[in-house]
């Protein structure tokens, strides 16, 4: 069975840096997109990075590409997302993504996702 595992999250001042991890197992890591979304207290979960496979295609979401960076490791199965000058609206509840579509970094919307993690939470105080 497909298995996400995000870690890295936690509580912040504003202005901190974090990185998120998801480990995956399960399925043909190189093969995949991989992506990160995030959701705040009582909204919907949105999305924020996808990476193809081979890492050479990206996509953010436009509010967050100035701050954040995803990128992966192959070697160990992991896919991160690199968090810098952290705002209170940054804070949620991060998840990790497998798509339906392996080879489609278009995946900002929650219906093409096959695979979710269980999230890790992350707080930005002011």
């Known amino acids: 069975q497909v298995q996400l595992i995000e870690s890295g999250g936690g509580s912040v001042q504003a202005g901190a840096s974090l990185r998120l991890s998801c480990v995956a197992s399960g399925l043909n890591f190189g093969d995949s997109v991989m992506g990160w979304f995030r959701q705040p207290p009582g909204q919907e979960r949105q999305f924020l990075a996808a990476?193809?496979?081979?890492?050479?295609?990206?996509r953010y979401e436009r509010a967050v590409k100035t701050r954040f960076t995803i990128s992966r490791e192959n070697a160990r199965n992991t896919v991160y997302l690199q968090m810098v000058n952290l705002r209170p609206e940054d804070t949620a509840v991060y998840y990790c993504?497998?798509?339906?579509?392996?080879?489609?970094?278009?995946?900002?919307?929650?219906?093409?996702?096959?695979?979710w993690g269980k999230g890790t939470p992350v707080t930005v105080s002011a």
């Open positions: 990476i193809s496979g081979s890492g050479t295609t990206i």
């Open positions: 993504a497998v798509p339906f579509a392996h080879d489609s970094v278009v995946i900002t919307t929650t219906d093409k996702i096959e695979y």
